[in-house]
């Protein structure tokens, strides 16, 4: 349901009905991606700094268990620091965090948002 042809030209899920009808699983695999082997330890000061790419890096380490404890609370968190300083990455997986209550509570008003 959340395919790859379902993706914009950024990489990212179009939003459609699909997401509101996908398992969590589903779900699951579209809030995780890799990402680059950038020492944590550095993403981290750089997240820490405001850097909204970083913060999202660090949503990902933690939903994917890279270089740190898979942990989906962290990884929404890391998301909504990033979502707030703008990144349309982050706002979408905080989103999908949101539909299926992954890491936060289902709550699909604030998924919207």
């Not at 939003?15 to 991606?33: F, K, W």
């Not at 790419?53 to 620091?81: I, S």
């Not at 539909?99 to 709550?107: K, L, N, Q, R």
């Amino acid at each position: 349901m959340l395919s790859e042809q379902d993706e914009n030209p950024n990489g990212q899920p179009k939003p459609s009905r699909s997401v509101l009808t996908a398992t969590r699983q589903e779900v699951i695999l579209a809030i995780q991606e890799p990402v680059q082997g950038t020492d944590v330890n550095r993403v981290l000061n750089r997240a820490g700094a405001g850097d909204s790419t970083a913060q999202y890096e660090m949503g990902l380490r933690y939903a994917d268990g890279e270089g740190v404890p898979q942990n989906y609370r962290d990884a929404m968190a890391w998301f909504a620091k990033a979502a707030a300083n703008g990144n349309d990455n982050a706002q979408w997986k905080l989103g999908l965090g949101y539909v299926m209550g992954i890491g936060v509570p289902h709550d699909e008003r604030k998924a919207v948002v």
